[in-house]
């Protein structure tokens, strides 16, 4: 991440630098839309954003918005890291919701590759729309359709990096009856990472774009 701050190279995740910013235009497009019904005025909310590969990979995208700000919310470690090297003006790093809400005011939430691998991520999503946030962008995240979610284990490939995790696939009709009453999908749509499969589970990495009803 240093190496993107410093011009080096143009994006990072998950460790890796890529040559080329990888967009995600369903999420640009979320963004854009808190923005235009704001003032074009952005504050995002970047719940397990790392050490803001997310901001490094939109910015451009927003450049012409009259304001943006972008608050990473994480564990207190990355916290503590982007704090001293790479927080700016624009770019600031939290360790909970709730202050992040106080300091910034996001009118978007993003929550980019991060649900499926938390021990309780109904709490967190619970945590957002009692913040009465205007949007949740969801992104690169598993969904299936086995009427219950299901855990998985998930092996980093070996030229990344040796570990694996335990990771949530999401039954998509449970997922989006959280947000019943509370916030309306506007778009669903596929993600980068495809469709995989695990011990005869088949599911798609996905998205999508909530607004607050």
Request: hydrophobic share 40%; glycine share 8%; charged share 20%.
């Amino acid at each position: 991440m240093l190496k993107v701050k410093a011009g080096e190279a143009v994006f990072e995740r998950d460790s890796v630098l890529f040559a080329e910013v990888q967009h995600s235009f369903p999420v640009l497009t979320g963004l854009l839309r808190a923005a235009g019904e704001s003032g074009n005025q952005l504050s995002v909310l970047d719940f397990g954003g790392s050490l803001g590969s997310s901001y490094f990979q939109c910015r451009d995208f927003l450049s012409m918005l009259s304001s943006l700000k972008w608050g990473v919310v994480e564990q207190e470690h990355f916290v503590n890291y982007g704090q001293r090297f790479l927080e700016t003006e624009q770019l600031r790093f939290f360790i909970t919701i709730a202050d992040c809400m106080r300091q910034n005011r996001p009118n978007v939430a993003l929550l980019s590759s991060v649900l499926q691998y938390l021990p309780e991520p109904y709490n967190v999503l619970d945590e957002l729309m009692n913040s009465r946030i205007s949007y949740i962008v969801i992104d690169r995240t598993p969904f299936g359709d086995q009427k219950r979610d299901r855990i998985i284990i998930q092996h980093v490939p070996p030229s990344i990096y040796e570990a694996s995790y335990p990771c949530r696939v999401f039954d998509k009709k449970k997922f989006l009856d959280t947000f019943l009453g509370c916030y309306e999908a506007i778009a669903l749509f596929d993600g980068s990472d495809g469709t995989a499969v695990a011990n005869g589970l088949g599911f798609t990495f996905g998205g999508m774009i909530l607004r607050q009803v």
